[in-house]
């Protein structure tokens, strides 16, 4: 497959760094190893190298889930790719599947929920802060998803608009606020995901979830370890990211 205009690369310099690019016309992209004219890029193939102003070699890497989802612009904290795939997991997300997500935030898990569910599904992504949700739909139109994604400015104690959706998951300080109405728009066995940093919010989310009739409760926390290979001296890194949050999930029982 070759690369055209509008194609995504990711493009890794000969010092290890990543850039996600969108390859554009006359576009000339300024690194600290000279500048690259990403028309260079047109006709070859993911793999292949281009050149720097000063001859530096830049390899044309075909972009992961991963890398767009890391790569987004930050208003906020984001759902890194670790708790993002067991999310994805535990819901049992998958094409042609309908899940609300409240808050969107920087719209990096609106991008995994909408490769998840696409070419067929929808998520509905709502926030309260215009500036946010903005950017969040920013980001989601250059990951090339915009169409399976809708956009709503709403707090989540107002509820939401669609009923009988596959999952709701939420990623806000207060999920407790969001639980009855999630509730209500969940099919009968349906998922909920809730992502909190803390044990209070991890507490008062579970009880509400009892409260609001979920069943297979369970909470989580995904600890991942990069590990430096180096033969004979193989060891995992001094630092990691030692917390993001605990992830709470539940299944919605159908009350008569
Ligand atoms: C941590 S961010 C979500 C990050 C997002 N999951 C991502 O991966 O980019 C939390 C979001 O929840 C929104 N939020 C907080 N309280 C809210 C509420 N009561 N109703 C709706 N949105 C809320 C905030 O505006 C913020 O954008």
């Known amino acids: 497959?070759?690369?055209?205009?509008?194609?995504?690369?990711?493009?890794?310099?000969?010092?290890?760094?990543?850039?996600?690019?969108?390859?554009?016309?006359?576009?000339?992209?300024?690194?600290?190893?000279?500048?690259?004219?990403?028309?260079?890029?047109?006709?070859?193939?993911?793999?292949?190298?281009?050149?720097?102003s000063s001859g530096k070699p830049f390899i044309l890497l075909e972009p992961t889930l991963e890398d767009r989802v890391m790569k987004v612009r930050r208003f906020t904290q984001i759902i890194y790719p670790k708790d993002a795939a067991i999310i994805i997991f535990k819901t049992g997300l998958r094409d042609g599947m309908r899940v609300i997500e409240c808050g969107a935030g920087s719209g990096a898990l609106t991008i995994a929920l909408a490769n998840a569910v696409a070419p067929t599904g929808r998520v509905y992504a709502?926030?309260?802060?215009?500036?946010?949700?903005?950017?969040?739909?920013?980001?989601?139109?250059?990951?090339?998803?915009?169409?399976?994604?809708?956009?709503?400015?709403?707090?989540?104690?107002?509820?939401?608009?669609?009923?009988?959706?596959?999952?709701?998951?939420l990623d806000l300080p207060s999920?407790?606020?969001?639980i009855p109405a999630a509730s209500r728009a969940i099919r009968g066995g349906g998922r909920i995901a809730s992502i909190s940093p803390t044990y209070n919010q991890v507490e008062r989310t579970v009880e509400s979830l009892e409260e609001n009739g979920f069943v297979l409760i369970e909470t989580v926390e995904v600890l991942l370890r990069h590990i430096r290979v180096s033969t004979g001296k193989t060891r995992p890194f001094d630092r990691m990211i030692g917390h993001t949050g605990f992830l709470t999930f539940g299944r919605k029982k159908v009350t008569i």
């Open 1 to 52: 497959m070759k690369i055209k205009l509008g194609d995504f690369v990711l493009l890794l310099s000969p010092d290890e760094k990543t850039f996600l690019l969108r390859i554009r016309e006359k576009r000339v992209f300024g690194t600290h190893l000279g500048g690259i004219n990403l028309e260079d890029a047109v006709g070859k193939k993911y793999g292949e190298v281009i050149y720097s």
């Open 126 to 169: 709502y926030d309260r802060d215009e500036k946010f949700l903005k950017n969040a739909k920013k980001n989601v139109e250059e990951a090339g998803l915009s169409e399976l994604v809708e956009f709503k400015l709403r707090e989540v104690s107002e509820g939401f608009d669609e009923e009988d959706v596959d999952v709701v998951i």
């Open 175 to 178: 999920p407790w606020e969001g």
